[in-house]
Nanobody
Framework: QLQLVESGGGLVQPGDSLTLSCTAS????????LAWYRQPPGREREWLAT???????GYADSVRGRFIISADNSKNTVRLQMNNLQSADTATYYC?????????WGQGTQVTVSS
């Protein structure tokens, strides 16, 4: 039904910015909003931001004002612009959505912030 593919991760220095992308495909891809999560090493996965199909945006307190989520509905793509990255932002970042009571995940993209 749905496939999610993330891209854009990498190694950056503290203070840098990075933009991640996620593209949804499958017959239901034009019907869902998309969200970003991350999982730091040794910690639980946490929600970061959501771009609803109708335009609403939501952010976790931990990233509000520093991360920006945007969506291109015509391409079923969302992006996560991450600014002023710090070592605490080092994690695997996942794109996710829910459809028909099932949660879908991408394979994840690694972001490492290190000097």
């Amino acid at each position: 039904q749905l496939q999610l593919v993330e891209s854009g991760g990498g190694l950056v220095q503290p203070g840098d910015s990075l933009t991640l992308s996620c593209t949804a495909s499958g017959w239901a891809s034009s019907r869902v909003g998309l969200a970003w999560y991350r999982q730091p090493p040794g910690r639980e996965r946490e929600w970061l931001a959501t771009a609803a199909r109708g335009g609403a945006r939501g952010y976790a307190d931990s990233v509000r004002g520093r991360f920006i989520i945007s969506a291109d509905n015509s391409k079923n793509t969302v992006r996560l612009q991450m600014n002023n990255l710090q070592s605490a932002d080092t994690a695997t970042y996942y794109c996710s959505t829910e459809f028909n009571n099932r949660r879908y995940w991408g394979q994840g993209t690694q972001v490492t912030v290190s000097s």
